[in-house]
């Protein structure tokens, strides 16, 4: 069977979500989940259910990876710190790498980390980027200088865990064209080459990019399964109902179908068929 990473996004945004993913965590659907550590919720109630599945005992605890979801452009009902077409832009002409700006990333970066580890005690299994920031020219370099700084085990100095590895967003299969092309070519594959040149951690190509508008969403899942090979990570966005609390949400409506999907019996059917297994990305080898 080839290990694949299923992570879920945006844990923390609203109730809706946070109680979607909870509901396929508890179910073994999932074996990775990416979180909103400066949500409203966060600390009050989505850090704390996290925390409590945690604390049972080893065969009850989840078996999935929780990781950091760097956030620079979700306000959750407020402002948020920079649009995602206006980073886009600074970053396609170098002006993220302005130490202003630099100094605006490191922090945010650092906070988010903090608030991750004050909610459950432990430091990320991963990093990944809300609408793949991370992955931006003048944001990536950050993240790399913060993650080596911040995990000095990442590069073997005391520490025994598994070192916190970061997403990219190279398309598992090259032939993909649209959306994962354009990921891939704004940041997603300089950040895994990169990441290869430093020898750290990372998924093995990347799925689970579309439109969020397919009512068939069983069919692209079945798409994304035929690229499958050892390592790979597909990302999705499910909630328990289609409604937008704390903020708007323009793809509600699809995390609901999304969620459908994944709590159905197609869902590990279609795992079995393309012989797949879930599993942690932080158990297999680098």
């Known amino acids: 069977m080839t290990p694949i990473a299923v992570c879920a996004d945006d844990y923390a945004q609203n109730a809706a979500i946070s109680t979607g993913i909870l509901e396929l965590l508890d179910q073994g659907r999932l074996s990775a989940v990416s979180c909103f550590s400066m949500a409203p919720s966060w600390r009050t109630s989505a850090a704390p259910a996290l925390r409590e599945r945690l604390a049972a005992g080893p065969e009850a605890q989840p078996a999935a ?50 608030a991750f580890e004050q909610g459950l005690g432990r430091a990320p299994d991963f990093i990944d980027g809300h609408q793949h920031v991370h992955q931006f020219r003048g944001v990536r370099d950050v993240l790399l200088e913060v993650w080596a700084r911040r995990y000095p085990h990442a590069t073997g100095r005391g520490d025994a865990r598994p070192r916190p590895w970061i997403r990219n967003t190279v398309p598992a299969d090259p032939g993909w064209g649209g959306k994962p092309k ?3 070519r704004l940041g997603g594959q300089a950040l895994a080459a990169e990441l290869s040149r430093l020898g750290l951690p990372s ?36 909630a328990r109902e289609a409604r937008a609390d704390g903020g708007p949400d323009p793809i509600a409506a699809q995390r609901w179908v999304e969620h459908r999907y994944f709590s159905s019996p197609a869902y590990p059917e279609a795992l079995r068929a393309a012989g797949v297994q879930l599993q942690r990305l932080t158990a297999l080898p680098q």
Not at 68 to 93: D, K, M, W, Y
Request: proline share 4%; aromatic share 8%.
């Open 65 to 114: 990876d929780l990781g950091l979801h760097f956030n620079l452009t979700e306000g959750f009902g407020g402002p948020a710190q920079a649009s995602l077409n206006g980073l886009i832009l600074r970053s396609l002409v170098g002006g993220l790498n302005r130490k202003t700006l630099q100094a605006v990333i490191t922090t945010a970066l650092q906070r988010q980390l903090d």
């Open 182 to 184: 354009v990921l891939a």
């Open 203 to 238: 998924n093995h190509g990347f799925a689970g990019v579309y439109g969020f508008d397919r009512p068939d969403y069983d069919a692209c899942f079945a798409h994304w399964l035929r690229a499958a090979k050892p390592g790979m990570l597909i990302m999705c966005h499910p």
